[in-house]
């Protein structure tokens, strides 16, 4: 039976599978990392409320085969709730560095699946949208000094 390992990324830090998993067919090895997902989230969830979680299987030599992610994002939805302040940022910029993280998953994403240079409008798009994006939050930022 293959053997396949499983590395993950929750979102901060990247931890390779030194032991591997014993898979016979790649249902089981798409089925094992999506299994995998939930878990390390729910571990991470204390750690911060925006984060791209990743598993990617191989075979022993680094090649990935397959990838499996789930992006866990949260939001106030108003400014006071209740009549209080929530924690964190205003809705604005939580808005925007949560929309930061998305685009940068995409085109990490589209490079990862070699289709950067095939798809390269939208790549092109997505890092126009990536550079307004960072331009916006600096200037959210400066203003709430």
Request: charged share 30%.
């Amino acid at each position: 039976m293959p053997q396949y390992y499983f590395d993950i990324h929750d979102g901060k830090d990247f931890s390779a599978d030194e032991v591997g998993v014993d898979c016979k067919t790649l249902a089981d090895v798409s089925d094992y990392a999506v299994t995998v997902l939930p878990d390390i989230a729910r571990d991470e969830l204390p750690n911060g409320p925006n984060r791209v979680f990743w598993v990617k299987a191989h075979m022993g030599d680094g090649k990935y085969l397959f990838r499996a992610s789930l992006v866990l994002a949260t939001a106030w939805l108003v400014e006071r709730p209740n009549g209080g302040i929530h924690p964190g940022e205003t809705l604005k910029l939580a808005a925007l560095k949560r929309l930061k993280g998305q685009i940068a998953a995409m085109r990490r994403d589209l490079a990862e699946d070699q289709l950067s240079h095939e798809l390269h409008e939208i790549d092109a798009l997505l890092g126009v949208t990536q550079s307004e994006t960072d331009r916006m939050i600096a200037r959210l930022a400066r203003s709430q000094r």
